[in-house]
Every structure is written in structure tokens, then in C-alpha cells.
């Protein structure tokens, strides 16, 4: 069985600042991973992914993740916030032959000004 | 351009009323998937298609049923058996390899009055 988990439910951070949003996940052999965000009343945008190779994955709008086997954790990163980076995001995680993914509950991440 | 489009955007249901919920895309994805989001519950599937003429139900299928006719075009109808239908609804695709991502349309929202 695979499963992930966000263990917060809301992030607050201040314009300006790095920003961390947490995942962690279990799931037999390599784990496939992504990270979404979602604004209000839309459909979910794909962020970011980790399938093999560098730890430190970069993707769309300055975000990054990086990848730790050891902590199974793949936790979603910016140097810098922005207010308009208020969403909510998730965390999804694919492996061990299931084909279909698991996804976290969600983050609501809140960036003010 | 390429992507997934849902219609209606927003949908109201009368008890005992069934509604189908549209989904079409045009990005030559194999599988497509629905599910339903409620607020601090993330994600749950409800059904998903791999190919045309097939179909598996996810995690909460009872009240709900499908149909994949096209490879472009898989709709949702939630049934008067669908006790609690008020709920965000969200369609996606995706390539058959786990190494690729989703892509979600910009959800139905429907409404029990």
C-alpha cells in the first residue's frame, strides 16, 4: 500500500520569506512524486515532479522540491514568497505497482503581505 | 491548445434527479479519472479509464457511473442513489507511463437544492 501525508493543514508565512510546505509518503520500491497546487474554485496545476536522478527538483513558478530516500519526505520549497502564492497545495505519490496515485489532504499555504 | 475541458461549471440537482457532469479533452491521454473533492478531505476517486470501453471504480463509485466511449470524452452521472452529491468535481488525464503527471479541468461544482 502507498499512502502519503502533509502534516500541516495550514502554512503561514510572510511575504518575502522562504516558504516550506511538508510531505512525507510510504510506498514500496521507487516512489514517483508530485507535488499540485490548487486556487480557489479551479481544478489542480501540476507543479513539480521527481522520478529519479537529482534530489533537488525546480519547477513551475520558482518552486522546488528536494527528494530525501533516507526521511521519505519530498518537501515543496521557495526562496521567496509571494502573496499570490496563497493556494492550496498537494502532495502525490505513485510506486510499488500501483498505477494510480495517492494524494495528500492538502496544505492551504496563506502568504501575507 | 491542448487541455481538459468540464462543463458545467456549476450544477444544481433536485433530489432524486440524476446529472451528468462533462468531461472532454484533447491531449491524447490514455487514461482519464474522476474525482470528488469536499473540503478537508483532499482527493478521492470515484472512477477511472485506461482505455476505451473499460473502466474501474476508485474508492467511492456507489451512486456514481461512467462511460468511455471515446478515448476523448469520459462523463460522470451522479444518481439519485448518490445519498450526498454536493461536492467539487474534478476530471483528469494523464499519459498511461507513471512517470507523467495529471492534467485537471477546472471542476464542476454541483449543488442539492
Known amino acids: 500500500a502507498q499512502s502519503v501525508a502533509q502534516p500541516e493543514d495550514q502554512v503561514n508565512v510572510a511575504e518575502g520569506n522562504p516558504l516550506t510546505v511538508k510531505c512525507t509518503y510510504s510506498v514500496s520500491g521507487n516512489p514517483y512524486l508530485f507535488w499540485y497546487v490548487q486556487y480557489p474554485n479551479r481544478g489542480l496545476q501540476f507543479l513539480l515532479k521527481y522520478i529519479t536522478g537529482d534530489n533537488l527538483v525546480k519547477g513551475s513558478y520558482g518552486f522546488e522540491a528536494e527528494f530525501n530516500k533516507s526521511q521519505t519526505s519530498f518537501h515543496l520549497k521557495k526562496p521567496s514568497a509571494l502573496v499570490s502564492d496563497s493556494a492550496l497545495y498537494f502532495c502525490a505519490v505513485r510506486g510499488g505497482g500501483s498505477y494510480i496515485p495517492t494524494f495528500g489532504r492538502g496544505t492551504s499555504l496563506i502568504v501575507h503581505p | 491548445d491542448g487541455g481538459i475541458t468540464q462543463s458545467p461549471k456549476y450544477l444544481f440537482r433536485k433530489e432524486g434527479q440524476n446529472v451528468t457532469l462533462s468531461c472532454e479533452q484533447n491531449?491524447?491521454?490514455?487514461?482519464m479519472y474522476w474525482y470528488r473533492q469536499d473540503p478537508g478531505q483532499g482527493l478521492r476517486l470515484i472512477y477511472y479509464s485506461q482505455i476505451v470501453n473499460d473502466f474501474q471504480k476508485g474508492d467511492i463509485a456507489e451512486g456514481y457511473s461512467v462511460s468511455r466511449e471515446k478515448k476523448e470524452s469520459f462523463p460522470l452521472t451522479v444518481t439519485s442513489a448518490q445519498k450526498n452529491p454536493t461536492a467539487f468535481y474534478l476530471c483528469?488525464?494523464?499519459?498511461?507511463?507513471?512517470?507523467?503527471?495529471?492534467?485537471f479541468g477546472s471542476g464542476t461544482r454541483l449543488t442539492v437544492v
Open positions: 491531449l491524447n491521454h490514455d487514461a
Open positions: 483528469a488525464s494523464s499519459p498511461l507511463d507513471r512517470g507523467y503527471g495529471y492534467t
